[in-house]
C-alpha cells in the first residue's frame, strides 16, 4: 500500500495569499516571478495555489526580494504587517547596504521631490 500527500487546490494559505497579491499588483506572472527566483512556473504556482506550501528559506527570500517585501512579511500569518510597511522595510535594508555616494543621491533627490 502507498501513502499518497494529499493535497488541498483553490485554497489559498497566509504566504499563497500575499505572495498572489504582489505578483498581481506588480502585474507578474508566473513566467516573471520565476525568472526573478530562479524557479519553475509550476513551482511559482504550487505557492499559491497548494496547501501547505513548502518552501525553502532561500526561495522565500529570492520571492520576497523579486516582490520588494521581507521574509518576515510574507511569513507573517497574525495581519499586523500591511505591505506598505514590508515595502518600506525592504527599501531601508537595500539603503543601509548602498555606498555614501549612493545614499548622497538618494537624499537630494528626496530633498527636491519634497520641495
Do not use: H
Request: aromatic share 10%; net charge positive.
Amino acid at each position: 500500500m502507498t501513502t499518497r500527500t494529499k493535497y488541498k487546490y483553490n485554497t489559498l494559505s497566509p504566504l499563497g495569499t500575499k505572495i498572489r497579491a504582489l505578483r498581481l499588483a506588480k502585474g507578474y506572472t508566473y513566467k516573471k516571478v520565476a525568472e526573478l527566483t530562479n524557479s519553475s512556473r509550476s513551482y511559482m504556482w504550487e505557492f499559491e495555489n497548494k496547501e501547505p506550501p513548502c518552501p525553502s528559506a532561500d526561495k522565500i527570500a529570492k520571492i520576497a526580494a523579486a516582490l520588494g517585501v521581507t521574509i518576515d512579511y510574507l511569513l507573517d500569518t497574525s495581519d499586523n504587517m500591511q505591505v506598505e510597511d514590508a515595502i518600506d522595510a525592504a527599501f531601508f535594508r537595500k539603503y543601509r547596504s548602498m555606498d555614501s555616494t549612493t545614499k548622497d543621491k538618494i537624499r537630494q533627490l528626496i530633498s527636491v521631490m519634497c520641495l
